[in-house]
């Protein structure tokens, strides 16, 4: 039986990218979409997309297996609450939450539903935080200065990226606690200490997301990029969380690294 979704923010960039994938799923069924703005009637042809003030009677109506968001965080809060108290399965790829927000979600979602959520749904970046780690791991006692630089379209709304922030999260637990995350440099910075992590936005164009880390030592530097051709990268990792969280019984927040774990074992 094909797997019913719903789809917030089926009128954006991700949104969209993630509706098209679905049409194209043959074990996937797009029951309804949410969106404030609507979408383009050729995006979701036959697919009826509603306001989210409609979201509690609508997902009570066509009773979806799974409920994606690619919103904005305020906005990711409140639909969580309400896929939650509908035990409706969850996969969250929006960015950009407060301690706050991430709290209130991890309530909402704890004894009520299983959820995975991410701030980066490719397998490719998936694979990059192990290799970043890996470095960093080999690295940390020879002191190499690590950097990190994000790039994305002119349109994102929040900088760092949730990936950039993650990225330096993962190298500090290796680097061991005393690291501090500098955004950006301006003016007379003085000298760089050792135990920075530089974080650097760069908005531009049409970019769908570069990430780079750079570890630089003396005489030579090692990077690591992931570049994202297009929003399929993201969708593809998308179906396969819907595909896989709407197996799991247990509630709880699980990862892209415990997905990919048990994917990898077979
Ligand atoms: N996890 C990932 O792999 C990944 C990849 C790319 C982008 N993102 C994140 O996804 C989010 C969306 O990015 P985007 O580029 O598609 O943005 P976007 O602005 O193009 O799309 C967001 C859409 O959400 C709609 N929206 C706003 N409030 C809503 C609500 N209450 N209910 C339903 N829809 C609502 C907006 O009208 C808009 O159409 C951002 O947080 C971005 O950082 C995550």
Redesign the pocket.
């Known amino acids: 039986m094909a797997i019913k979704v719903a789809v ?9 990218q993630v509706v098209k994938s679905i049409l194209e799923s043959d074990d996937m069924e797009l029951v309804t979409g ?4 609507g979408v383009e009637e050729e995006i979701a042809p036959g697919v009826k997309i509603s306001s ?1 003030d409609e ?1 509690e009677n609508v997902l009570k109506e066509v009773k979806p297996d799974v409920f994606v ?5 305020t ?2 809060v ?2 969580v609450k309400v896929a939650s108290r509908n035990k409706v399965k969850l996969v969250v ?4 939450f407060s301690e706050e927000q991430l709290k209130e979600m991890e309530n909402a979602i704890k004894s009520n539903v299983p959820a995975i959520i ?5 397998i490719g ?1 998936n694979v990059f935080w192990k290799l970043i780690a890996e470095a960093a791991r080999h690295l940390q006692a020879y002191l190499y200065h690590v950097e990190i630089i994000e790039m994305h ?1 002119s ?4 900088a760092p ?3 950039a922030v993650k990225a330096a999260e993962i190298i500090s637990d290796y680097i061991g606690g005393k690291t501090v995350f500098v955004y950006g440099r301006q003016g007379i910075t003085g000298e760089r200490t050792d135990a920075e992590i530089g974080i650097h936005a760069v908005r531009a164009g049409d970019i769908v ?1 570069d990430h780079i880390v750079l570890y630089a030592g003396k005489g030579e530097r090692l990077e690591i990029t992931h570049r994202a051709h297009s ?1 399929e990268a ?1 969708a593809q ?2 179906i396969k969380a819907i595909e896989w969280i709407n197996e799991k019984e247990k509630s709880g927040i699980y990862s892209m690294d415990e997905m990919m774990k048990e994917l990898e074992q077979g």
């Open positions: 917030a923010g089926a009128g954006g960039r991700m949104g969209g949410f969106d404030p703005g989210p979201m968001d690619f919103t904005n965080a906005a990711a409140e639909n790829g929006t960015t950009g991410s701030p980066n749904f490719s970046v379209h349109h994102k709304k929040d990226s949730g990936t997301g929003r993201f990792g998308v």
